[in-house]
């Protein structure tokens, strides 16, 4: 493969991944009552605004290279989402609140072991060996978990392997493959005459992380090896189809990073009762429309009317 292919590639891949600017988080007031250590012995770092709720609210982030407690607009947006409830945000393998915010997708400073040994399937792990202990121990009633881009397949993951998770909010996760939606970015950002070079040079990028020959060394869109393995290995029907809670997709039809079509076409393959698909036409993958106007504020609205009620149409908050 000629090293133009993946240059072009790895410009466009770092589309896929600007969502993960909008959902961070940060909280001044933040109480950590214990220390988790995975089984390699590094730590997990979470942060707990406790205000006196029988509810937790989890926020799951996208896949950029920052700290979470260094971001502000999810505690801004996504924290009241649900009345009254406790809210956890849990960083990243190798992240914590030193490294600085930055918005630049690729990042000079990005932590090697971030690189090296972030995955979808570690953050699952992180998420439901904090979100087990402070069920068992501040008993809460309800548990939301809510994820963006990224954070929405994170967030799907843990509710098909837990039986504790009482709603769910999902927002611009993509379809059932991400590669189908990296294709989808391509088609959205390469040049005509490009195209058919960036999608082949994807799709054997693609089949030489499958078969893991000679891949370790390989770094791109601040993710390793192992983080696209993993990714590019999830399928979102298999896991959306094991949850029985209820579960809200959300996703935006102007989506230049996951495919619009493919979450669509998977929801309706689902046929699942306790999945609800809302979509908004015009919005890109940061909520934005044509003329890079924010538009959150309805969504979040929606997000706080699907959780008051229960099927039976009682309110449950």
């Not at 990028?205 to 390989?218: D, K, L, S, V, Y």
């Not at 770094?219 to 896991?239: C, F, P, T």
């Not at 959780?307 to 039976?312: E, K, N, P, R």
């Amino acid at each position: 493969m000629k090293a133009y292919h993946f240059n072009l590639r790895q410009k466009i891949l770092t589309s896929a991944l600007l969502f993960s600017c909008y959902i961070g988080f940060a909280y001044s007031n933040t109480n950590a009552h214990k220390q988790f250590f995975r089984h390699d012995g590094s730590e997990i770092t979470y942060y707990l605004n406790q205000r006196g709720g029988k509810s937790l609210l989890v926020l799951i982030q996208g896949s950029d290279c920052n700290s979470i407690v260094n971001n502000k607009f999810v505690n801004d947006t996504f924290s009241d989402v649900y009345p009254d409830s406790d809210v956890l945000t849990v960083e990243k393998y190798g992240i914590n609140a030193s490294l600085l915010w930055s918005d630049a997708v690729e990042r000079a400073d990005c932590p090697k072991a971030y690189m090296s040994l972030d995955t979808p399937e570690q953050r699952v792990k992180d998420y439901i060996q904090i979100i087990g202990y402070l069920k068992h121990q501040n008993k809460y009633k309800k548990i939301i978990v809510l994820g963006g881009s990224e954070g929405a397949v994170v967030a799907n993951l843990i509710t098909s392997q837990v039986n504790y998770i009482d709603r769910t909010v999902s927002l611009n996760g993509g379809g059932r493959h991400f590669a189908d939606d990296v294709i989808h970015s391509i088609r959205s950002e390469a040049s005509p005459e490009y195209l058919n070079e960036a999608i082949k040079g994807f799709r054997d990028f693609q089949q030489e992380i499958a078969t893991g020959n000679n891949m370790n060394h390989i770094e791109m869109s601040n993710h390793g090896a192992n983080w696209w393995r993993v990714s590019l290995g999830i399928d979102q029907y298999k896991v959306l189809n094991q949850t029985k809670s209820p579960i809200l997709i959300i996703q935006t039809l102007n989506d230049n990073s996951v495919s619009s079509s493919s979450a669509i076409k998977m929801k309706e393959q689902l046929k699942k009762d306790n999945i609800t698909f809302y979509q908004y036409p015009g919005l890109n993958h940061g909520f934005r429309n044509s003329e890079g106007v924010l538009q959150i504020t309805p969504i979040v609205e929606d997000i706080k009317s699907w959780l008051s009620w229960d099927y039976g149409g009682k309110s449950v908050i």
